[in-house]
């Protein structure tokens, strides 16, 4: 059928992941999702099903009755259908929320000079979660130590949340030209999402 998969926007036009060609092809059916055309028009499964496949279309599925074409891009209906924990928790997506700054002197560095720090340490039950984890450069990291910002004397410029935006979703590899024009090509590597490093939890 296809390679690649389905690329999947939000309400906003934003792509948040690619998903497979039967799940897409689900979500339309349930009416969960739209797929958009070459012109950025709208189909809800019937209209998209009964569309004419061009002749050299390679990109189809074929039913008892009939043919239908694999879209490229879908977006989902209802926006809360995304699961809140689209940022993903990681470390690269804590330095992007804080700015690469650290949270106690406010230093803004380079990511290699900048460490992540429990704010309440492991070893006194701090998890680590968006509210416990902060961006911190390597001399107050060293300072606070196995310490509590109180017992540290330092104080957080910030209450850490979890982060309300979405980061821009780009895919790796060879994409399909449709694709394009919704994936933003601003900082496309600092987003690969593919590269995030995981956020270690020992
Ligand atoms: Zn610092």
């Given at each position: 059928m296809t390679d690649s998969g389905v690329l999947v926007l939000n309400r906003h036009w934003q792509p948040i992941h690619v998903t497979s060609v039967r799940r897409a092809f689900s979500l339309l059916y349930v009416g969960a999702a739209r797929a958009i055309g070459p012109d950025y028009s709208l189909f809800d499964f019937d209209s998209w099903a009964s569309l004419a496949v061009v002749e050299h279309?390679?990109?189809?599925?074929?039913?008892?009755?009939?043919?239908?074409q694999i879209p490229y891009v879908i977006m989902l209906q209802l926006y809360d259908r995304i699961p809140r924990a689209q940022v993903?928790?990681?470390?690269l997506h804590i330095y992007a929320?804080?700015?690469?700054r650290c949270q106690y002197c406010g230093v803004q560095a380079d990511r290699s000079q900048l460490n992540l720090d429990h704010v309440i340490p492991r070893s006194r039950g701090g998890r680590t979660t968006w509210e416990n984890v902060v961006c911190c450069c390597v001399p107050c990291n060293l300072r606070k130590a196995a310490r509590t910002p109180q017992e540290a004397g330092m104080r957080l410029i910030r209450q850490p949340v979890r982060p309300r935006w979405t980061p821009v979703f780009r895919p790796r590899g060879a994409l399909p030209e449709q694709w394009l024009p919704f994936l933003s090509t601003t900082s496309a590597s600092y987003w690969d999402t593919e590269q995030v490093e995981e956020l270690e939890d020992p």
């Open positions: 279309e390679r990109r189809v599925i074929r039913t008892v009755s009939r043919v239908i993903r928790f990681s470390r929320r804080d700015g690469n």
